[in-house]
């Protein structure tokens, strides 16, 4: 087969790893196309679950993982090394994901060496630069440099419009964390023993994960209390919690909610056992953004423990509801949905906006067709 385009993928996280899969075996299945991958490996255990889940084997691996290292640094690194890379591998075009400081470093190191770029999960906005930080700033910014922007719903269309993007630039394609988690869902895998038998007979399960950097601190701990005040009030739930590697972040979790008998702490989870749990249970609170698209896929109301959302097509549909978070509202929303069926039917039954499990095949097309 001759080879007519080479497109390269840039990532570094887990979250960027599952949304990036479709989209690499998408282009390995087409004739005249050729995959290459390059991790920076920004979060490197939880990265390398991802690329052996979906089987990709990067081309290059530049272990940039350093302990409690800040933006800025992965971001110098992974910008000289990733330009470096480009013009070794002189790529048709450079495909970045989402947020991350790896995206921006990709984003700008494509734009340095004259080669396009194409960025998937274009134009996720919250208008607070500081919320989520740093991943709002370095999306914008991709979005100045990016000669394609595929964005997940129309909303993320319109705005990229609005801030002068090309029409013709930004194609709207639904988000390719749809198809991952719907390839996965299809999976069978068991559980670990602490879990599959969770939530137990006449109980219901809440999956919690936190991490962001805006939350740290006060926000993190008034949270966490108030998921403990929804337990406390709640005898039938059972809450999993698996803790970010983050020490910052593990440290506030395991001190609030380590004791409590009806709080199941685990390690960070494979993908396939996260998304069985998912299936598994009743509610999700979140300060995530992609799991706001896969709970919304899989019919599980979401709470938002976050003040904003670059996802505003969720809480318009009625699958997530944004509710911060200060303690006593945590404690209180969770509280109320599980105790009003009307409500929680209408969230657990909204349709989905975030796109319909095709989302890679449309981003391809559209880079065939501009590269023609």
């Keep these: ?22 989209a690499i075996n998408c282009v390995r299945q087409r004739a005249g196309m050729r995959a290459v991958v390059a991790v920076t490996a920004q979060h490197r255990e939880m990265l390398d679950q991802v690329l052996e889940l979906f089987e990709i084997v990067p081309e290059y691996d530049l272990d940039l993982m350093r302990e409690r290292q800040l933006p800025e640094e992965v971001l110098a690194r992974a910008l000289v090394e990733l ?96 198809d991952a988690v719907m390839d996965v869902a299809e999976r069978s895998v068991e559980l670990p023993a602490l879990l599959a038998t969770l939530p137990g007979e006449g109980r219901r399960l809440a999956v919690v994960t936190l991490h962001r950097r805006e939350s740290w601190g006060a926000p993190l701990e008034e949270a966490c209390l108030g998921i403990r005040d929804a337990l406390d009030a ?40 996260f998304v069985k749990l998912l299936k598994k249970c009743t509610i999700v609170l979140s300060d995530s953004g992609g799991l706001q698209e896969e709970a919304a896929a899989l019919g599980k109301p979401l709470l938002l423990l976050r003040e904003t959302t670059e996802r505003p097509e969720g809480a318009e549909a ?55």
């Excluded at 385009?5 to 479709?22: H, Y």
């Excluded at 803790?243 to 009806?262: C, F, I, M, Q, Y």
């Design 1 to 22: 087969m001759t080879v007519t385009t080479t497109v390269l993928f840039v990532f570094g996280t887990r979250p960027e790893a599952i949304k990036m899969a479709p």
């Design 83 to 178: 330009s470096t890379l480009i013009r070794e591998v002189d790529p048709d075009i450079v495909l970045v994901q989402g947020d991350t400081t790896t995206t921006l470093a990709g984003a700008l190191a494509a734009f340095y060496t004259h080669v396009p770029v194409g960025h998937l999960e274009a134009g996720l906005r919250t208008d607070d630069l500081c919320s989520p930080f740093p991943e709002e700033g370095n999306r914008r910014l991709v979005s100045q440099v990016a000669t394609l922007s595929f964005a997940p719903t129309e909303h993320a269309a319109a705005r990229l419009r609005a801030e002068g993007a090309s029409p013709a630039s930004v194609i709207m394609t639904g988000n390719t964390v749809i």
């Design 234 to 273: 709640t005898p039938d739930l059972v809450v999993v919690l698996p803790v970010h590697r983050n020490p910052v972040v593990a440290e506030t979790v395991n001190r609030v909610l380590g004791d409590h008998e009806s709080a199941v702490l685990t390690e960070p989870l494979g993908y396939v056992e």
């Design 318 to 372: 009625g699958t997530l509801k944004l509710v911060g978070t200060d303690r006593a509202t945590v404690a209180r929303e969770t509280i109320a949905l599980l105790g009003d069926a009307d409500a929680y039917r209408a969230m657990a039954e909204a349709p989905n906006p975030f796109g319909d499990g095709h989302a890679a095949e449309k981003i391809i097309d559209a880079i065939e067709e501009y590269l023609g």
